[in-house]
């Protein structure tokens, strides 16, 4: 267990509160007095519903308040993504909300860039200081001049504010670091992405493929129901991971990939299907186009030709391919989910989606369902009175043809002045450690001291809040309202976030914030209404929803509708020609090739280690991990260093090391972990350690950052993605 | 949320247990931290914890992933040797520790095979209650409420029709540290 620190959850050891839902059972009709003393008094004498934030997939929870302290964080079991369930993080909301890091008050910047000085200022007067240098810069400039970079649910607010100031200038990395070549590879395909959160019918799927997926340690909590759910039915797993996951210990079949090589596993799984006719012919002469084409395309990719580029056997490949088909119907090839790795990621989010569509997957029930929403009109607001220019452009640069969202990196590079045909000159930045999150670290900087303004809205003080001329404190989703959240799913729903508690220090919701921002731009009138409760109020009733109820429940579904052609649904594609496109026509028109190709990567040297990096279930990478809450259980990262290699370099348990990569950027020491559960090729690490923020108390220096290691990365010439799987290591003990 | 049917007064007590589905925890902790909130354990200790095992070399491997806790054994060493009394079979066959009782002086930790208990920081021996106050008001305990792959289940070993005997019926289960001899009833499905 870790050491004792410094404990920040004040619960007294009052007596009981009232029973929570579910409790009203009679008591066991036995008692002792000697058991008293034994509840620890964290019933609330409120419980209030609301979503989580601590990741995006947005769980409903039932937060305890008892004598105005929130004392713990249940699932909301009318949730449908929740169902009663948390992960470590939506248990750990306390964690954020009582953090003593948090940012308490607005902050103007004393000190050069990136000194992280700053003095307290009030709410008028930061925002004064915003508004004034917006407007000057859209007088300057052009209100294109201004980018918002947004990640998570409360920024859709700040979106608004965007489209009256006159920009469109707005992106999240999880687009181009993240699941946009997933995405885009499923709309070339199908017409649509797989969606967030997916629309993986894993529950009734027989057969379940992980390939790059670490679905278990990447806690997306239905995923992680759906999949528990299906082992207990006995479906079958196979795992296509370089390193032992837990999915892989949990799997019929394990194959321990070279890393960089899914695509050439992908061929020739689908050689096999085709060859042996294992394919789901009839669904394929429904809705499919370009078979002819796939198929020739295959002749050549054997198992054989893919043992010589993937290390895996072909026998097992072969075997793999006939266990993939027979699972079918209800055999899923999981999308993944970040899958921005070798540049060529559209190309293998290709593979997948059109070996899903031999195996009959898509629509159909255990592969992927048709998701319904809950129909809920935007709130009327007046048109928008500029019609904005599109992101910048990089003259003779690459152009992308299938980028369905702005590019972050790109939106950050533009902004180094004289790169683009226009330039960025101010970020607005929320909930996104842009530092942390995009790769090429020194370019980041650099665009950040070319502006003439950044204002984080935050509510921790991460890396870039530390570079902000202005910091607006957002008080946390414990302590705000938010706009309705009715995503995409299996049964139609709309959900509620509503104060838990009253905002501590002081803190704004962003609503608040961005509203007081258009109005002293002249904006006003694209936040017509006097707060949130009314707006709320009104789409509502513009809905036919009950927002009495709705607050009480914290969630209301919607009728059922079929989501499946077993259910009835008939599927559409919107793709140009309405079909599933195995083919694709919009990639050979746009010079890309039309079924993917393999493309042999760079391989590390004798002496080097692939760098490659992922989730833990109780962290949401960097957001998380000054959480001392969550901390508890892994408050750092380790380097995963397969076992034989660390004994040739003589390096033992907890053993701390520096890693070098292929540019001579050096980390600050990790701790190695020496396993049987990674190749030898390769080293691993939990994403969104090694802060070094001054604020983050406890995260600052613990463990080791991979986004500085990251200084390579591969372009997706399809949608601009950032391949971050293409650094190497090589490995030092670190000098004590 | 319960998983046995509550009891009328004067018919027998339960007998509590616990099953753990090791084929479909994933380890993700998240019943150590519903447990630390739930039952305001201090900081640095737990009262549940994640054991997980990998047999082999790679890449011919094997891993058993475990939610584990006091097994409230019903022939308990922590309760025998326990010089004040503190250490109690509470109903239903929980093991739990008066806390106005006990001392501290660790000769139930020296006891445990399964390393269970810790010395609160207020000076008496603490761990898992199987969430006494919960079960008192017909709720699971907080680990096996939260647990997103419904690998933890709790309920009367002696009621047929309860999950956990329906579950200890239909899979192999296995118990730790049989040799211990203390009767555990935290069982593992593997």
Redesign the interface.
Known sequence: MPLSRRSFIKISSATLGTAAAGGALASRGFSSSRAHGQDPGTEGDRVVPTFCELCFWNCGVLAHVKDGTVTKIEGNPAHPLSRGKLCPRGTGGTGLLYDPDRLRSPLLRTNVRGSQEFKPVSWEAALDEVAGKLIRMKEQYGPEALALYSHGYGGSWFKTLMSAYGSANIAAPSFAQCRGSREVAFELTYGMGAGSPEWTDIENSRVLTLIGSHLGENMHNTQVQDLARAIERGAQLVVVDPRYSVAAGKARYWLPIKPGTDIALLLAWMHVIVQEQLYDRDYLERYAVGFEELKAHLADKTPQWAFARTGIAAETIVETARFIAGGRPGSLIHPGRRTAWYGDDTQRGRAIAILNALLGAWGREGGFFLPAAMPIPAHPHPPYAHKPRPAPVVPGGQVFPFASSTLAHGQCHASIPGTADYDIKGWLVYGTNLVQALPEESKTIQAIQALDLLVAIDVLPSEIVGWADVVLPEATYLERYDDLHAPPWREPYVAIRQPVVDPMYDTRPGWWIAKQLGERLGLGAYFPFEDVEQYLAERTEAAGIDLVELAKTGVIEGPKVPVTIEQGVQPTFPTPSGRIELYSQQMADAGLPPLPDFTAHEEPGPDQFRLLFGRAPMHTFGRTTNNAFLGRVMAENVLWLNARRAQELGLAQDELVTLVNQDGVRSPPIKVMPTERIRPDCVYMVHGFGHDAKGLSFGRNRGVNDTQLVTRVAIDPAMGGTGMNVNFVRIERAVA | ??TTT??????R??RYGMVM?T??C?????C???C?????V?????RD??VSE?R????T?????RSERCNHCEDAPCVSVCPTGAS?Y???GIV?V???RCTGCKACMAACPYDARFIHPDGYADKC?FC????????DPACA???????LAFGDLDDPTSKVSRLLVAHEHKVLLPEAGTLPKLFFLT
């Open positions: 949320m319960t509550p009891k009328a007064q004067g018919e007590e339960p589905d084929r479909k994933v380890g993700c902790n998240a150590v931290y519903a630390m909130n739930e039952n305001a201090p900081e640095g200790f737990g914890w994640i990998t082999g070399r790679f890449p491997l094997q891993m058993e992933i109690h509470g109903p239903g739990l008066e806390h106005d209650t006494h106050h919960r079960v008192e008001k017909g709720l409420t939260v647990c997103p792959t419904e690998s």
